[in-house]
């Protein structure tokens, strides 16, 4: 599995375990906040991917489990990084179709287009291993995340 990158997050305090949202744009706001608390992104930058999935459609729900927020609000964002929200009850932007649901939110942000790119191939490493991602999915509790990053260490 690869979880050098999670472990980076986890000692960073940049992943979150979550029950569930009422909305989809609530999980994605939520998705940020490990960011927004470590003054990297401004509460803004939240709305922002609101208004680019608004003008260019759910682009950020990669594939069934899978969402990645993110959006081209460089004055919003002071330091690029990224975060990990798992959220126990799956998260459907549309409702009848039960195709399109996340449980894992990779929130990235960067500073510019260069430093954006390398958030996305940081978790593009995470979601190529479909070891680790099954794995994410079991997670229920930051007491499991913490098992899984380290072992039982």
């Not at 798992?86 to 894992?104: C, G, H, R």
């Amino acid at each position: 599995m690869k979880l050098d990158f999670l472990k980076k997050l986890y000692e960073e305090d940049l992943l979150s375990v979550e029950e569930s949202f009422d909305t989809w744009q609530d999980a994605v706001k939520a998705s940020i906040l490990p960011m927004v608390n470590k003054k990297m992104v401004t509460p803004a930058y939240g709305d922002e991917i609101l208004k680019s999935v608004d003008e260019y459609g759910l682009y950020i729900f990669l594939c069934p489990h899978i969402c990645m927020p993110h959006c081209k609000a460089f004055s919003e964002v002071m330091q690029s990084g990224a975060c990990l929200m798992k959220v126990n009850q799956p998260v459907y932007p549309i409702p009848d179709d039960p195709s399109t649901f996340a449980e894992l939110f990779f929130a990235i942000a960067g500073t510019d287009a260069d430093h954006h790119l390398d958030c996305v191939q940081d978790f593009m490493e995470i979601l190529d291993d479909e070891e680790t991602v099954e794995a994410l999915l079991q997670v229920q509790s930051m007491e499991d995340l913490k098992q899984l990053i380290y072992g039982g260490k």
